[in-house]
């Protein structure tokens, strides 16, 4: 093979790496954000959804685990964040071979009640939004009209 060959192939080979992201460190990134609502639960959504835009809960710890695992202690989560003021969150799944197929998104915070929800990683123009159920403070009565 000539000189040109070979530097052509490989050329090409490299391109068709960052192309697919094979050999690439910069891993999946997760954004969304999490919100107060009836039920805990985590869904994939065009990420112009102006649930994102902020007016979330703040402090709630967001973690990807693989599914099957959400149960058990002491397993190391795929990525970690905490909330924002705004309810904004970011993390990273930095091995992407290590989500081939669905993870569980789980959330936990003093002020609102776990949620555990299996959903495929968004991909590009989409975000995770979250809602959790709060708990209610122990001074807080309830009123009906």
């Known amino acids: 093979m000539s000189r040109s060959h070979t530097t052509l192939a490989a050329s090409l080979c490299l391109a068709a790496l960052t192309l697919t992201g094979v050999g690439c460190g910069g891993g999946l990134p997760v954004r969304g954000a999490v919100i107060a609502g009836p039920v805990g639960l985590a ?55 290590k989500i081939r197929g669905p993870i569980v998104v789980i959330t936990e915070s003093p002020d609102s009640f776990r949620t555990a929800t299996r959903i495929y990683p968004p991909r590009a123009g989409q975000e995770v939004l979250i809602n959790v159920r709060e708990r209610r403070s122990a001074g807080a009565t309830e009123t009906s009209e």
């Open 43 to 97: 869904q994939v959504v065009d990420a112009r959804d102006e649930r994102l835009d902020g007016g979330g809960l703040g402090g709630v710890q967001v973690k990807a685990v693989r599914p099957g695992t959400e149960t058990s202690g002491g397993i190391a989560p795929l990525a970690t964040a905490v909330t924002d003021d705004t309810g904004l969150f970011q993390m990273k799944i930095s091995d992407r071979d």
